[in-house]
Nanobody, 122 residues
Framework: QVQMVESGGGLVQPGGSLRLSCAASGSIFSINAMGWYRQAPGKQRELVATLTSDGSTNYADFVKGRFTISRDVAKNTLYLQMNSLKPEDTAVYYC????????????????WGQGTQVTVSS
C-alpha cells in the first residue's frame, strides 16, 4: 500500500497564499491521476483539482485562476499552490491517488492522505 502524507496547511489571512504538499511513500509503477479534494464542516467532500498521468489538469470553478496543481515525479510529491485565498476556502484538504498500481499487471488501488487543515480568516 502507498501512504500519502499532506503538509503545508495552516492559518492565513484572506488574500494570502499557501502551498500544500502530499508525499507518497513507496515505489509506484503507474498512476491514473492525482488530485486534491476538500471538506468543509457540515459539507460533503468536493473536488478541487486533478492532474492526470499525461499532464492534463482540471480545476473546480471556484478555484480556477487561483490554485495550481503540480507534481514532482522524482520526489513522488503532489503540490497545490493556493493564492488569493478566501474565507470560503477554509476546509480540510485531502490528496488522492487514483487508480495506481505498484507492479505491472497488479491491482488498481486508490489512496487518500490524512488531510491538512486550511483556515482562511482575519
Amino acid at each position: 500500500q502507498v501512504q500519502m502524507v499532506e503538509s503545508g496547511g495552516g492559518l492565513v489571512q484572506p488574500g494570502g497564499s499557501l502551498r500544500l504538499s502530499c508525499a507518497a511513500s513507496g515505489s509506484i509503477f503507474s498512476i491514473n491521476a492525482m488530485g486534491w479534494y476538500r471538506q468543509a464542516p457540515g459539507k460533503q467532500r468536493e473536488l478541487v483539482a486533478t492532474l492526470t498521468s499525461d499532464g492534463s489538469t482540471n480545476y473546480a470553478d471556484f478555484v480556477k485562476g487561483r490554485f495550481t496543481i503540480s507534481r514532482d515525479v522524482a520526489k513522488n510529491t503532489l503540490y497545490l499552490q493556493m493564492n488569493s485565498l478566501k474565507p470560503e476556502d477554509t476546509a480540510v484538504y485531502y490528496c488522492n491517488l487514483n487508480q495506481y498500481r505498484l507492479t505491472p499487471g497488479g491491482p488498481y488501488r486508490d489512496a487518500w492522505g490524512q488531510g491538512t487543515q486550511v483556515t482562511v480568516s482575519s
